[in-house]
């Protein structure tokens, strides 16, 4: 993390060189210059400090290859069928539905599950999947109170509960963008003008509303800068008055896992208005806290199977699929706003390494929890070893209220932000996948640039310009930090650039229709030590992290009968069109690796195969890339008395079990894993 990097405008050249022919001007930069506006899209306005990179409109972007698959199988899977299962969608007795927001259904439940629904219709440009989206949206419009509120009537202690209406502005916001409904800005003035009224002894008291106050900001944020209405501003200061204090030095107001991801960048958000440093400061130590006491494992998050709790600090602690979608979005926001790198390497570690194995290959079920090392995924209690009491292990299509809904924005939302625009009137290719990107650039002219690659399975990245005329414009193009010797090519010419200097490639130049540039990012075998968690150590190949390959064993469960007791489906639904599943070990699970950590490709060999032809490659079976490693037995290291695989022994560990050949697949893929590795002597 560098937030003195992130937070400097100076362009820092670095191997300036241009490919002649190409009239290429390609220079380093630790991030864009945020001093002028991008002309063409909605900036923060004044007195908010401007983006670094700003989000392009609902819409823009167009997902290809594996990305695009993925939201397929979610429309095809649960995400786009939830409505024929979830008693929280029923158009009978909703709140949603009521003017007065009484219902016996009605609470965050729509809302989780519409702004990832809604943005899949629009990126997948689906007519029925809009219609429905529409249904929902025009019965919020239409059912504002008079004074302002809408939504559910829930109250606690006699105040009113407004968490609910927060994740409702954000599908607002995306409809707004995708169909500039002008019915829209004034809905949320009135709504926001509402909120202000309310006192402040009565203002966010309730336990969720309270921590997560930072999300309704960003709405308000989104609407100041639309309109300019400064009473916005005393909103958004009202609001983080009386939001929990996400500021405190060595804590933090709760454990909860999806809170903390979800709010751990308050501060950094109302940064935006203070312009005081420590408020930034203060999302950047959030996020270390809670990672050097929990988060010493590989896959981007924590251990906090519902909340982080002393002691319990082991890769076999998982996290909702709820904090994962809630991680990768707080991810996607701070990089726009602070224009650090060290987000995107976050939300990359994150979607390619944890947030995939929490579903079903086809997404037609999720578990709850996700944990580095599982070895076991079933409807079984395992309190205390996880903290819920209940089946939160299992693959279940319908066995919670929350992630079954929330996970729906997951893979759409960083789809949305693979592209942002810049304040130089560019582009930035922030979080690599195929697709294209539709945006003005330059002069206001109208450009689209298609993205191909089998990243982050493959190091080559390919763009093509599609412009109907030669226009000026600066392409970023991001660096991984764990890339050694990334190089760039214009139309096959070599442009000579120090890419260790900087955090992006800036290309500069007059594009013309059908220009090429080709980004090659050397991936590198790399060993991470966990000395805090008994000097254990993980195994990744580029982005990719990778798990021991362990054989899957499917029965099916009874997907009613382990439901949480809050989730009710609805009356009618089938069941037997939506198993649910537990996944056991059949093979030996319990290794340490014999490994050479200073020079992992010495005892590591790394195995390419062909690309999956169902364009899934987030299983064990059509993993693209294996590793080939060498690991002993542990015989004394078991599934535990809770039933999950136990704390990991002292590394090095000494056995007289024989050297094996161990393959390694890629963590996302494995719904059984072990990531974090004994070392054996």
């Given at each position: ?57 609902t ?48 609470w ?11 943005d ?30 809408f ?28 169909t ?96 005081d440093?420590?408020?930034l ?34 890769p ?42 929490a ?38 299509p ?18 949305e ?19 294209k ?61 120090n ?17 090429k ?40 469960g009874?997907?009613?009968?382990d ?25 030996p ?17 790394v ?21 080939k490693a060498?690991?002993?037995?542990l015989p ?46």
């Amino acid at each position: 993390m560098r937030r003195e990097v992130c937070l400097s405008v100076a362009m820092i050249c670095a191997g300036f060189a241009t490919a002649s022919a190409q009239g290429v001007k390609a220079t380093t930069v630790t991030t864009v210059d945020n001093k002028s506006a991008n002309a063409f899209y909605v900036n923060n306005r004044a007195p908010l400090q401007r983006q670094y990179f700003a989000k392009l409109p609902t819409g823009s972007i167009e997902a290809g290859g594996w990305l695009k698959k993925m939201l397929e199988l979610q429309r095809d899977g649960l995400t786009g069928n939830l409505g024929e299962i979830s008693v929280w969608l029923s158009k009978t007795n909703n709140a949603w539905l009521n003017k007065e927001g009484k219902g016996e259904y009605g609470w965050e439940e729509l809302p989780y599950w519409l702004k990832g629904y809604a943005d899949i219709a629009y990126t997948l440009k689906d007519r029925k999947m809009i219609a429905e989206t529409k249904f929902w949206i025009d019965a919020v419009l239409n059912n504002q109170r008079d004074n302002g509120d809408f939504g559910p009537a829930v109250e606690h202690n006699g105040n009113r509960d407004l968490w609910t209406n927060m994740p409702m502005l954000w599908c607002l916001q995306s409809y707004y963008e995708y169909t500039k409904d002008p019915r829209v800005i004034p809905f949320m003035t009135k709504y926001f003008k509402y909120e202000l009224s309310v006192p402040d002894s009565k203002f966010l008291k309730d336990y969720w509303e309270n921590s997560r106050g930072g999300d309704n900001m960003l709405s308000v944020y989104w609407l100041y800068n639309r309109t300019g209405d400064k009473f916005l501003l005393d909103l958004a200061t009202k609001l983080d008055k009386n939001t929990a204090d996400w500021r405190q030095a060595n804590n933090l107001p709760n454990w909860h896992n999806v809170n903390v991801a979800q709010c751990f960048r308050e501060p950094a958000t109302y940064y935006l208005q203070s312009h005081d440093k420590k408020d930034l400061d203060a999302t950047y130590n959030n996020f270390k806290l809670i990672r050097d006491i929990y988060g010493q494992v590989p896959g981007g998050m924590f251990g906090a199977d519902e909340n982080a709790r002393k002691g319990y600090d082991d890769p076999r602690q998982a996290v909702e699929t709820c904090g994962l979608v809630e991680q990768m979005t707080s991810d996607q926001m701070l990089l726009g706003n602070t224009g650090d790198r060290f987000w995107a390497e976050n939300c990359e570690d994150v979607a390619f390494n944890t947030f995939p194995a929490a579903f079903m290959p086809d997404y037609r079920a999720l578990r709850y929890l996700t944990a580095p090392n599982m070895v076991v995924s079933d409807g079984k209690n395992h309190h205390p070893g996880i903290a819920n009491e209940g089946p939160f292990l299992m693959m279940n299509p319908f066995g919670s209220r929350c992630c079954q809904h929330n996970h729906a924005a997951g893979w759409v939302y960083y789809a949305e932000n693979s592209w942002m625009a810049t304040p130089d009137n560019g582009i930035a290719a922030l979080l690599y996948t195929e697709g294209k990107v539709n945006a003005k650039v330059g002069n206001g002219t109208a450009v689209s640039i298609a993205e191909t690659s089998h990243y982050p399975f493959q190091d080559q990245i390919n763009f093509t310009v599609t412009t109907p005329k030669a226009v000026d414009f600066p392409l970023y193009l991001r660096i991984p930090e764990w890339c050694k010797g990334a190089s760039v090519k214009v139309n096959g010419v070599a442009v000579e650039v120090n890419t260790s200097t900087g955090d992006y490639i800036r290309l500069a130049k007059s594009w013309k229709n059908g220009d090429k540039v080709t980004l090659q990012l050397p991936m590198q075998l790399k060993v991470q030590e966990w000395a805090k968690n008994k000097n254990s150590v993980s195994v990744s190949y580029g982005p990719l992290t990778y798990s021991l390959k362990i054989e899957e064993q499917y029965t099916k469960g009874d997907n009613l009968k382990d439901a949480q007791g809050d989730s009710h489906w609805q009356p009618g639904a089938d069941p037997q069109k939506w198993p649910s599943y537990n996944i056991y070990a059949a093979s030996p699970w319990n290794y340490g690796l014999l490994i050479n950590e200073q020079h992992p490709e010495k005892s590591i060999e790394v195995i390419k195969r062909a690309w999956p032809k169902d364009n899934n490659p987030f299983t064990n079976a059509n993993a693209p890339i294996e590793l080939k490693a060498k690991g002993k037995q542990l015989p004394g290291w078991k599934i535990d008395e809770t039933g999950l695989c136990g704390v990991l022994p002292q590394s090095p560990v000494k056995t007289e079990e024989p050297a094996k050949e161990l393959t390694l697949v890629p963590m996302g893929g494995a719904r059984l894993r072990i990531s974090a590795f004994p070392v054996t002597e």
